[in-house]
């Protein structure tokens, strides 16, 4: 990522002691992109939902943007995660509440997310089981939809529009609903989901005439980071 995009809005200094954006995900990302056409020839948003989400805007193969940052913790609404959040919200919370470090990671890491709007679990799989009959798991549902349109419109501002979306991850490969509460408001966007496609084995999920390709492509991060350590490891030519 360019400078521009990994900088936080916080004194300079900061900046040299490390404090920036490093974002997540990246041997999902990574694995995706060598599946893809021509490695993402194009712009291309790869959505990486699970209990940890993130998406991360690629174009022509690169990096661009990311929602994560610095840690794991912002970006979307995740399973245990909040997400995104005011960092007034944690100003008040120590002042006004006495939280110490301990207990705001124990609340922003492992209690909030779907776990805290629920109020009941922070599995997508156990949400869309009692959509239907609570109304908390709903919420946590439309929230996280929300959340993830939200991100995708930001990113298509970073690349200058889309030609592709990917959905990867547990959530993203396997939870059909979700994929269609994220795109189907956004056909104004040139997102164009078919219902049909979105259930079934086949990785084209968007319409013929879609303007945005939307595919659901399966990530394998262990494969990536066996690829990594063999190409790390010396050989045994290198040994004799």
């Known amino acids: 990522m360019a400078v521009l995009h990994r900088r936080l809005p916080l004194p300079r200094n900061l900046w040299h002691e490390g ?3 490093y974002g997540f995900h990246g041997l999902s990302y990574e694995y995706i992109v060598s599946r893809l056409p021509n490695h993402a020839t194009g712009r291309t948003i790869i959505a990486h939902l699970g209990n940890g989400a993130s998406m991360a805007a690629v174009q022509n193969g690169q990096c661009r943007d990311t929602t994560m940052g610095l840690t794991p913790t912002g970006g979307l609404v995740m399973g245990t995660r909040s997400g995104d959040l005011d960092p007034g919200v944690l100003l008040y919370l120590m002042e006004e509440k006495g939280y110490n470090a301990a207990q705001l990671e124990r609340l922003l890491n492992h209690l909030s997310g779907l776990l805290g709007i629920s109020a009941c679990s922070g599995d997508m799989q156990t949400l869309l089981g009692l959509r239907n009959d609570d109304a908390h798991a709903a919420q946590a549902i439309e ?3 929300y959340s993830a349109r939200k991100a995708i419109g930001g990113l298509m501002a970073v690349l200058g529009g889309l030609d592709r979306l990917v959905f990867t991850g547990g959530i993203g490969e396997h939870a059909a609903a979700i994929r269609w509460a994220i795109c189907r408001p956004l056909r104004g966007l040139g ?8 259930e079934g084995p086949e990785p084209c999920i968007s319409v013929a005439h879609s303007p945005v ?3 659901v492509v399966p990530t394998n991060e262990d494969l990536m980071i066996a690829r990594h350590c063999h190409r790390l490891l010396p050989t045994r030519e ?3």
Do not use: C, G, T, Y
Not at 191 to 198: K, M, R, S, T
């Open 238 to 240: 290198q040994h004799r």
């Open 143 to 145: 929230m996280f939809a």
């Open 213 to 215: 390709e939307i595919l």
């Open 191 to 198: 997102l164009e989901i078919d219902p049909i496609a979105n």
């Open 19 to 21: 404090v920036r954006k």
